[in-house]
Structures are given as C-alpha cells and as structure tokens.
C-alpha cells in the first residue's frame, strides 16, 4: 500500500521546538523519505531526506536546527526542528522515492508518493 501520513504541526512562538512525523504503510523496505515546505504564494522547497540507506541531506536553511530520523519498526519518518522561526511557516510535506540511492535528494520531482501535508505556523 502507499500511503504517508504527516502530523504534529501547530502554532508555536519563535525560538519553539516542533516534531513532525511521517507515517508510512505496508512496505516492505524503507524508502528514502523527503521533508518538503510551502508558503503561500511561495515555491515548495526542500527541507531534509533520509535515504533507504539512512544517509541524511538538510537545507541550508535549517542545518543545525532541524534533524531527520526514522524508527524502522514503527515505520516513521521524523522532522525535529528546533528553534523555530517565522520564515518556517509553512505547509510541511512528507514524500518517499522509489529510487534506491545511497543518499538521497531535495529535488521533489525525485518523489513519487506525497502526504497531505501538516500545518506549521511560528508567530509571536
């Protein structure tokens, strides 16, 4: 089956911490995984991915502050991000590739299967 299911997101203050999850549903080897965001009027971007091979790539935009991880029993994708700022507002997107790489990439038209996206909104 393929399915990714994103939650966690909400409206935190400046400087807030957030988890976002990505759920994932009947497969049989984990697939490498992309963390997108989009702001209205704005481009989708790239945030942070995990490969099959747990290889990890961030956006300069949030190196140092937000880190991606996976439970492979729960089959879950997560986005920490720390010290949250308003320019991180946006709609968060989880996404898988098909395509097995050692790392993996921030380039959306790479993924195939894409979540419904969460809401993140940082605003004093």
């Known amino acids: 089956q393929l399915q990714l299911v994103e939650s966690g997101g909400g409206l935190v203050q400046p400087g807030d911490s957030l988890t976002l999850s990505c759920r994932t549903s009947g497969f049989t080897v984990d697939y490498g995984i992309g963390w997108f965001r989009q702001a209205p009027g704005k481009e989708r971007e790239g945030v942070s991915c995990i490969s099959s091979s747990d290889v990890t790539n961030v956006a300069d935009s949030v190196k140092g502050r937000f880190t991606i991880s996976r439970d492979n029993a729960k089959k879950t994708v997560y986005l920490q991000m720390n010290d949250l700022k308003p320019e991180d507002t946006a709609v968060y997107y989880c996404?898988?590739?098909?395509?097995?790489?050692?790392?993996?990439?921030?380039?959306?038209?790479?993924?195939?299967?894409w979540g419904r996206g969460t809401q993140v909104t940082v605003s004093s």
């Open positions: 996404a898988e590739t098909h395509v097995m790489l050692r790392s993996c990439m921030l380039s959306e038209n790479e993924y195939t299967v």
